[in-house]
């Protein structure tokens, strides 16, 4: 968004310079990204002049421009002489969209260039630079041009994209007093023309016909805003939409009326109905596009573009001037489809002032009127024109409980105010009626992001009573999860909610959540899974080569598009060597047993079992596994496929854990270990099993002989033939009181009796 500061004067009464006016926007939310003051053209005298040595008709001048020396430039113009006072663009001054720098023209330097009346919008004159008075005052500005504000809005803030918004959200905190425009809707005559809106898509349709008109250039005022904005003036009708769209956010479009057949019909297109924009380009359209239309067919896209038929020209006599209101997610729709973006579908996209369509008209008539002369000679409207405002319950004790921030009722009932907001008190409670442009306030808690905005964002440090507590609660968050993990050295990733259809489907067979309009090509699905985002991660880390890697993260996964299909899920990722190449220590490569470790800690002290079986897409046919609880699949882990790793050229091993049950992982459930005043105490034993026989499921066997058994880890296996192997695991008991050498006889017996009966395994004596 860009405006000027004479412009944005207009409405705002202030002596504040416009670098106060940007710092105090930027501290309200609105993020001032540029403030262009411009140097501008001065006057000035030549005091000598000679030909060029290097060319047969340029200038060296030397010139007088107020300052403590003379200054040199170069001149092509056939009018140069001594003394004459003209126009002079110094360095860093823009011309004609160019901003002029020191530099040498055929080997001289010019410091500077004088300019022509055309050169400085002046006239139409470009036969020489411009002669100026000879008693002008030597350094005095020539032509004034505009400071110009530049900020970036976000989607949520559709009010900032007018002159008007800025200067009213400015008025509350102070800098300025709100100056109210004396805007009233234009006066209806009747007319044979009629408008018939056919969706409920356009609530409200408004047109105005002005006949007998001359095109003509805007007044000056106009044409240096819109030229200060980076817009080209053309002539007052067109000039008047482009101005009224920055003015008062309302988005207009100007026809020929003479080549518009019958009624103007607003309704939805016919699906695979053509039509062609003002620049030429053919489109083909689908049913859910409004379309303004006549008789004949299509002449503009609602909210996104005109038509080449219909459109003004300098030989055009009498207008139709629109001003409506569409709804905004049909526009954007129809915009992301064709891939056309202007500064109509950019308002509407994100919802315009509703109530302002007959406002908005009067003024762009009489700006037209003003300059092209013309009388109305009718004005329609169709729609339901019936728009709901909001009404909001707040209390203004909510201040203090969301922001620690005891601002005094009185003050909050002035800021809301001067946003223009309408206050009703009702006992303890007030009801908060906003202006129908902002139509991001709906909760007290939008209130509440107001007050603070304009209050200041730097009080709150000095005013809070309450200190934000950084306490971790397990029962409510999820951050003791990401703690423990950050804990295990895994950073976090953080990756949109969308994901890439190519490779979701390498590693997953669920069905993908396809997105209508994507934001970019390759981000075309509602994730599926959190992997798909992180082995881009990879990939793009590992050609910047950086492919040691640990990180995981935590996000939301899509099972459909319908309300409630989705989940939380944890994804971790661990690729590469376990540490950097070093001569005092041996690292290696990581394997799938690093993060089925990480799954483990997670479900401390949880009773698992795993599953080898039915590996997904993703995952390695051989080097996988899954945590189970029962016939419950909590959680996998694995190596990355290798065909997947080729499609999408890594080649670093990948080691992948997911978990998709992590409400399983809630700390109600997790049992945390009591610390015993006793030693602990190791046994060994060794057993005889067959040869594809899983020690895992041996060790967990054994661990559940005796509820004083904590761990049980291997430390030998070797092949005895004949199809069978020999384990040897080492168990850890932690006593709770003192034990006699039969109690842990018992035990010992326990875990042989257990291993034996369950996992058909025979005790190796020697």
């Known amino acids: 968004m860009k405006w000027t500061y004479d412009w944005l004067k207009e409405y705002l009464d202030t002596k504040a310079s416009a670098k106060e006016i940007a710092d105090v926007l930027t501290k309200t939310g609105l993020e001032v990204e540029d403030l262009i003051e411009p140097v501008l053209p001065v006057a000035a005298k030549i005091v000598e002049c000679r030909p060029h040595e290097n060319s047969d008709h340029l200038h060296v001048l030397l010139v007088d421009d107020g300052g403590s020396s003379l200054r040199q430039v170069v001149c092509g113009a056939p009018n140069v002489k001594v003394g004459l006072i003209s126009a002079l663009a110094k360095p860093g001054c823009v011309i004609q969209g160019q901003e002029i720098k020191s530099g040498k023209i055929r080997g001289v330097l010019s410091d500077g260039m004088m300019c022509s009346g055309k050169e400085l919008g002046l006239n139409d004159d470009h036969n020489g630079i411009i002669e100026l008075p000879s008693d002008t005052k030597l350094g005095s500005v020539v032509i004034d041009m505009p400071v110009v504000f530049e900020a970036g809005i976000t989607p949520n803030r559709p009010d900032y994209l007018s002159v008007r918004g800025i200067a009213r959200d400015l008025s509350a905190t102070g800098i300025g007093k709100y100056i109210e425009p004396q805007d009233k809707e234009v006066q209806p005559v009747e007319t044979k023309r009629k408008v018939n809106v056919l969706t409920d898509k356009c609530p409200v349709y408004r047109f105005a016909e002005v006949s007998d008109i001359s095109v003509k250039p805007s007044n000056k005022i106009i044409a240096s805003r819109l030229g200060g904005i980076g817009i080209n003036p053309k002539n007052a009708a067109i000039d008047a939409t482009n101005y009224i769209c920055y003015d008062m956010g309302q988005p207009m479009h100007c026809f020929d009326a003479d080549e518009i057949d019958g009624d103007i019909t607003v309704r939805l297109a016919s699906d695979g109905e053509d039509f062609t924009d003002l620049f030429g380009n053919a489109h083909k359209l689908k049913d859910t596009d409004i379309v303004i239309a006549d008789d004949k067919g299509v002449l503009a896209l609602a909210g996104v573009i005109g038509g080449a038929r219909g459109m003004t020209t300098d030989k055009t006599r009498n207008i139709i001037l629109e001003s409506a209101y569409f ?91 001067k946003l223009g907001n309408k206050v009703e008190v009702s006992g303890k409670d007030w009801i908060v009626t906003p202006l129908t442009s902002r139509v991001d306030m709906v909760l007290p808690e939008n209130v509440v992001s107001e007050l603070v905005r304009i209050y200041g964002y730097d009080k709150i440090a000095e005013s809070a009573k309450r200190k934000p507590n950084f306490a971790v609660k397990h029962n409510d968050s999820y951050l003791w ?286």
């Open 481 to 766: 999860l990401k703690q423990k993990l950050a804990g295990r050295g895994l950073n976090e990733a953080k990756s949109f909610g969308f994901a890439s259809s190519k490779i979701e489907s390498l590693i997953t067979d669920k069905k993908l959540v396809k997105i209508a309009n994507p934001i970019v090509s390759d981000m075309d699905i509602a994730r599926g899974s959190l992997l798909s985002n992180l082995l881009k991660f990879v990939a793009d880390n590992e050609k910047r080569g950086f492919a040691n890697l640990d990180m995981f993260e935590l996000g939301t996964v899509f099972d459909g598009n319908e309300p409630g299909q989705q989940h939380n899920q944890i994804c971790i990722i661990r690729t590469g060597e376990t540490s950097p190449k070093h001569w005092q220590k041996r690292n290696r490569t990581k394997d799938i047993y690093d993060v089925k470790a990480d799954i483990i800690d997670l479900i401390n002290n949880q009773s698992f079992t795993t599953d080898c079986e039915n590996a997904p897409l993703w995952a390695h046919p051989f080097r996988y596994g899954a945590i189970m609880q029962g016939k419950k699949k909590i959680a996998e882990f694995g190596e990355l496929h290798p065909s997947v790793a080729k499609a999408l050229k890594i080649k670093t091993p990948v080691m992948i854990a997911i978990i998709d049950d992590i409400e399983n992982l809630s700390p109600k459930k997790v049992k945390e270990p009591v610390l015993s005043d006793f030693q602990p105490i190791n046994r060994d034993f060794a057993f005889i099993v067959e040869k594809d026989f899983p020690a895992e499921k041996l060790t967990l066997t054994a661990v559940s002989s005796d509820n004083r058994i904590k761990e049980a880890i291997v430390f030998d296996s070797f092949d005895m033939g004949n199809g069978k192997k020999s384990i040897a695991f080492t168990i850890t008991i932690i006593p709770t009181e003192n034990m006699t050498d039969e109690e842990l006889l018992k035990i010992q017996d326990s875990v042989i009796r257990n291993v034996e009966s369950k996992c058909n395994a025979t005790i190796r004596d020697k």
């Open 327 to 417: 709804n905004p997610v049909s526009v954007r729709k129809t915009a992301k489809r064709l891939g056309i973006s202007t500064d109509a579908s950019y308002r509407y996209e994100r919802g315009i002032d509703p109530d302002i369509s007959g406002v908005a008209l009067d003024k762009a008539v009489k700006i037209i009127i003003d300059s092209c002369g013309g009388k109305i000679t009718g004005t329609g409207v169709g729609g339901k024109n019936e728009f709901e405002k909001v009404q909001i319950k707040y209390n203004p004790s909510l201040m203090l409980k969301k922001t620690g921030v005891d601002i005094e009722e009185n003050i909050q009932k002035d800021i809301l105010e």
